[in-house]
């Protein structure tokens, strides 16, 4: 299983970025997905779900409206369109992919990529 996340670098804030992650080594089209982002010093929070199927998707409120998560279940990549970018968006983004199996759920991370927001 691998989860692979590119897209990340250095932008000034107001700035524009898109994260993708792309999938291999598992059904990606039954699996949720989701962007977290794990800031220095803090806990590792999520930012955007999606269903498997991508009819639904629910955000953070500190990225309602600035922050848009698609998938392309043919590619077997999702993505994460970040705009009016701030500082406080500065973090090391993990994309992770979960299914309910039975009573517990199982769940795969990448290794992340680190977006900066700076001046």
């Known amino acids: 299983v691998q989860l692979v996340e590119s897209g990340g670098g250095l932008v000034q804030p107001g700035g524009s970025l898109r994260l993708s992650c792309a999938a291999s080594g598992f059904t990606f089209s039954s699996y949720a997905m989701s962007w977290y982002r794990q800031a220095p010093g803090k806990e590792r929070d999520l930012v955007a779900r999606?269903?498997?199927?991508?009819?639904?998707?629910n955000y953070a409120d500190a990225v309602k409206g600035r922050f848009t998560i698609s998938r392309d279940n043919a590619k077997n990549t999702v993505y994460l369109q970040m705009n009016s970018l701030k500082p406080e968006d500065t973090a090391v983004y993990y994309c992770?992919?979960?299914?309910?199996?039975?009573?517990?759920?199982?769940?795969?991370w990448g290794q992340g990529t680190h977006v900066t927001v700076s001046s």
């Open positions: 999606i269903t498997s199927a991508g009819g639904s998707t």
């Open positions: 992770s992919a979960a299914r309910l199996v039975g009573y517990s759920v199982s769940q795969y």
